[in-house]
Nanobody, 122 residues
Framework: QVQLVETGGGLVQVGGSLRVSCAGSGSSFSAYDMGWFRQILGKEREFVAAVSWSGSDTYYDDSVKGRFTISADSAKNTLYLQMDNLKPEDTATYYC???????????????WGQGTQVTVYL
């Protein structure tokens, strides 16, 4: 059973930076595509970024492209999301996700973390 635990959320001012981390146990990250999703209060959970199991390919939603960077350290079994130039609309609960299944229109994880709150204030 894979367990994912996010850390690193918090309060940050507009234009600031924050890095959230996801520590995995129970299986190696190198076996799965991994990603980050977020959920704004009252809205559906949405895709943010993903990294392939090999670490060679990354994918971003257009809303974060150029501002967020996803990376994985397979030796530490840890996934990261570096968030720069944060905006108020980035305020959400951020979820780590593992073993992504891709279709033409959806990305569906098998495993979820419990989430970490990121709040961007003016």
């Amino acid at each position: 059973q894979v367990q994912l635990v996010e850390t690193g959320g918090g309060l940050v001012q507009v234009g600031g930076s924050l890095r959230v981390s996801c520590a995995g146990s129970g299986s190696s990250f190198s076996a799965y595509d991994m990603g980050w999703f977020r959920q704004i209060l009252g809205k559906e959970r949405e895709f943010v970024a993903a990294v392939s199991w090999s670490g060679s390919d990354t994918y971003y939603d257009d809303s974060v492209k150029g501002r967020f960077t996803i990376s994985a350290d397979s030796a530490k079994n840890t996934l990261y999301l570096q968030m720069d130039n944060l905006k108020p609309e980035d305020t959400a609960t951020y979820y780590c996700a593992g073993n992504l299944t891709w279709t033409d229109s959806t990305i569906t994880p098998t495993y979820w973390g419990q989430g970490t709150q990121v709040t961007v204030y003016l």
